[in-house]
T-cell receptor, first 111, second 112 residues
Framework: RKEVEQDPGPFNVPEGATVAFNCTYS??????FFWYRQDCRKEPKLLMS???SGNEDGRFTAQLNRASQYISLLIRDSKLSDSATYLC????????????FGTGTRLTVIP | EADIYQTPRYLVIGTGKKITLECSQT?????MYWYQQDPGMELHLIHY???????EKGDLSSESTVSRIRTEHFPLTLESARPSHTSQYLC???????????FGSGTRLTVV
């Protein structure tokens, strides 16, 4: 079973729409959670960390459900510039050496 | 301006050649990583380092080797390139105890 699983999409949404992505992780001891954004043929860049209480950054809201081991990202009022692949990333349990990346969910915002 | 640099950006090379992918960071980060990513697939960790003279293999088996003689430099070497090595190689760094990774722009390697 993969450490992190995401729906690969693609999600094609009109400008202004609200879109949500979910991801699940397998290691219940995982400590930290993130959403990264990766543009086509570019490197991943940190979008936001995900905190247990949920957190918001402008149009982006991230939530964590430890009991069900899933993480979500909500994007409101989608912009054309939001088109990218969104990677769910999990840092493992105690003594973890690295981050585990999901395959990513591809989003295309259509004019 | 990038704080972590990878060269070359693109490389096409023949089978059997020895190659070194360069990665340098100017942030003074102790931890550095090499990831491999095929198109449309997730990143897989192939090597990491916690500091000078520290190198470890990652989760994905790789025929490459790395070295960490200086904090800022973490080169990856393939002694004999093969077509199966064709992929994108991403270098990243982070602070000790830090969570956020900074990635380089990657090296897209094609072995023909």
């Amino acid at each position: 079973r993969k450490e992190v699983e995401q729906d690969p999409g693609p999600f094609n949404v009109p400008e202004g729409a609200t879109v949500a992505f979910n991801c699940t992780y397998s290691n219940s001891a995982s400590q930290s959670f993130f959403w990264y954004r990766q543009d086509c043929r570019k490197e991943p860049k940190l979008l936001m960390s995900v905190y247990s209480s949920g957190n918001e950054d402008g149009r982006f809201t991230a939530q964590l459900n430890r009991a069900s081991q899933y993480i979500s990202l909500l994007i409101r009022d989608s912009k054309l510039s939001d088109s990218a692949t969104y990677l769910c990333v999990v840092k493992g349990g105690t003594g973890a050496n690295n981050l585990f990346f999901g395959t990513g969910t591809r989003l295309t915002v259509i004019p | 301006e990038a704080d972590i640099y990878q060269t070359p950006r693109y490389l096409v090379i023949g089978t059997g050649k020895k190659i070194t992918l360069e990665c340098s960071q100017t942030m003074g980060h102790d931890k550095m990583y090499w990831y491999q990513q095929d198109p449309g697939m997730e990143l897989h960790l192939i090597h990491y380092s916690y500091g000078v003279n520290s190198t470890e293999k990652g989760d994905l088996s790789s025929e490459s080797t790395v070295s960490r003689i200086r904090t800022e430099h973490f080169p990856l070497t393939l002694e004999s390139a093969r077509p199966s090595h064709t992929s994108q190689y991403l270098c990243a760094s982070s602070e000790l105890g830090g969570n956020g990774y900074t990635f380089g722009s990657g090296t897209r390697l094609t072995v023909v």
